[in-house]
């Protein structure tokens, strides 16, 4: 397994950019697919974003276009940039990794970060 910790949450108003970044820990983090994840509050954990070991990406449709996953493995690091974000993009997000199975399934990721929280206002 990996540790990640991610970092670059915050308050932002609408229409404005974030970027998340999630570091990881291990010799092996090029092997993993990457996935972002959020939940917000009363809600289901939903997935957000992944990027496999090659650079191929999957999104989420309420972000695709918006938002853009991508990783360097020299930097053992991923990273979520947030464009024209929405209030109802408002939650605590996670970076995860997972060692194989749909990059959409939260149960296919084996080891998760600690959540930073993203909060759009209005």
């Known amino acids: 397994q990996v540790q990640l910790v991610e970092s670059g949450g915050g308050l932002v108003q609408a229409g404005g950019s974030l970027r998340l970044s999630c570091a990881a820990s291990?010799?092996?983090?090029?092997?993993?697919?990457m996935g972002w994840f959020r939940q917000a509050p009363g809600k289901e954990r939903e997935f957000i974003a992944a990027i496999n070991w090659s650079g191929s990406e999957a999104y989420y449709a309420d972000v695709k276009g918006r938002f853009t996953i991508s990783r360097d493995n020299a930097k053992n690091t991923v990273y979520l940039q947030m464009n024209s974000l929405k209030p109802e993009d408002t939650a605590v997000y996670y970076c995860a990794a997972s060692g194989g199975g749909p990059p959409v399934r939260s149960a296919a990721y084996e080891s998760w970060g600690q959540g930073t929280q993203v909060t759009v206002s209005s």
């Open positions: 291990g010799r092996t983090f090029s092997r993993y697919t």
